[in-house]
């Protein structure tokens, strides 16, 4: 089994920055990805960032040159700092590890971005 627990999340105004960390234990393999996705009231979920064990990186159009997903902790803890952040970045977050075809979940962490 494998655990996800998200922490970070809080309220912030436009251009402000956040942090959000997620700590995975339990049968973590040596190969996977780790992703973080948002879901916004009445929208679907959608991957904001992704890192693999081999380090490549990928970001959605929208939060490019803004957010930067990063690992820790010998690669346990999945990180993404939030920098200039809109108020269209206002969603839950959610930390997915994805590995030998199982999709593992966190419980997810607000971010709202308003004046």
């Known amino acids: 089994q494998v655990q996800l627990v998200e922490s970070g999340g809080g309220s912030v105004q436009p251009w402000g920055s956040l942090k959000l960390s997620c700590a995975a234990s339990?049968?973590?393999?040596?190969?996977?990805?780790m992703n973080w996705y948002r879901q916004a009231p009445g929208k679907e979920r959608e991957v904001v960032a992704s890192l693999t064990s081999y380090g490549l990186t990928n970001y959605a159009e929208s939060v490019k040159g803004r957010f930067t997903v990063s690992r820790s902790n010998a690669g346990n803890t999945l990180n993404l700092q939030m920098n200039d952040l809109k108020p269209e970045d206002t969603a839950v977050y959610y930390c997915?590890?994805?590995?030998?075809?199982?999709?593992?979940w966190g419980q997810g962490t607000q971010v709202t971005v308003s004046s």
């Open positions: 339990g049968n973590i393999g040596n190969i996977n990805n």
């Open positions: 997915n590890l994805h590995q030998m075809g199982q999709h593992y």
